[in-house]
């Protein structure tokens, strides 16, 4: 809802004079992301550079969403681990049994 109300006060309110109008291009200002807004940092109607921080999202949202891929990630990783463990138990049975085998016959 925010951000569409900026989206909406970019679109309308565009730089003029009372003496003479000036060619001005304003731009939509639109995020890759959703989300509640924080602080916008720059004011109407002023140059921007490429890179520039205009508004803050808050990253609540976003937080919670890594901290559960990181946790997913480290449990991915124990995963691994068990695994390479009954992998090396597994081998060291089969080596044991080919000695045993061997050895019968």
Partial sequence: FIVSA???LMNYNHP???LAQKAVISIPITP???GVVNSVTD????????GEVLFTIDPARYQAR????QADLVTALH???TLKAQLSEAQANTTRVSAE???LY
């Fill in 6 to 8: 900026l989206i909406l």
């Fill in 16 to 18: 003029y004079t009372f």
């Fill in 32 to 34: 890759q992301v959703t």
């Fill in 43 to 50: 004011k109407a109607n002023q140059r921007v550079k490429k």
């Fill in 66 to 69: 890594v901290d559960r891929l």
């Fill in 79 to 81: 995963s691994i681990n």
């Fill in 101 to 103: 085998r061997d050895r």
